[in-house]
């Protein structure tokens, strides 16, 4: 059995997470820990990053959602750590219920989380405005830039630059190319937007 699972950037990509916390209680030690980190919830709210949102990512965390999907498998929330990676990701630390000592930094996050709405509808009826505002001002940026004669590329043909192409729209009539330095990309169009 092993001391310590990890995982970077990879249990937002896997839909069965009910599967995971059960080969984990399975893998781990008595006394061992899941460790994983990934972009976070309340990040993507704050700063509006749709560009999260695609198809790779079946889900996006909160420590609340950790909590409510990990504890019904025997494993707690004992630590978290916030991370600037990706915009703003969170680092999570689970283990068998009441054998670590759990963190203050734990109940300060679900407090806030609750405070800031996470696990309320409206929280993401908001997200959703500001999203269609956050669109319709890039678009209009984009447009005036063409119409005073200037030439928009692109650098990196990542997924989520597909993300916002596709979101707000933006096709070969707004950015020129986009550059990438990883040959498979090269010569290629980006998905949807045809770029």
Known sequence: QA?????ANVMCHIPDINGIAKGVTTLLKENGVLIFEDPYLGDVIEKTSYDQIYDEHVFLFSAISVKN???????????????????????YVLGRKGIHKVSSAVSKQLTWEKRCGLSEPNT????????EQSRDKLVALLKDLKRKGKQVVGY???????????????????????????????????????I
């Open 124 to 131: 993401f009826e908001i997200f959703r405005k500001n999203c």
């Open 69 to 91: 999907a990990f504890e019904p498998h025997g494993l707690e929330l004992i630590d978290i750590m916030a991370q600037s990676t990706h915009g703003g990701s969170m680092r």
């Open 3 to 7: 001391d310590v699972v990890l995982s």
């Open 156 to 194: 990196a043909a990542t997924s989520k630059s597909t993300t916002i192409l596709n979101y707000c729209s933006i096709g070969p009539d707004l950015v020129k190319y986009i550059s990438d330095t990883t040959p498979i990309k090269q010569g290629k169009l980006t998905p949807g937007a045809h």
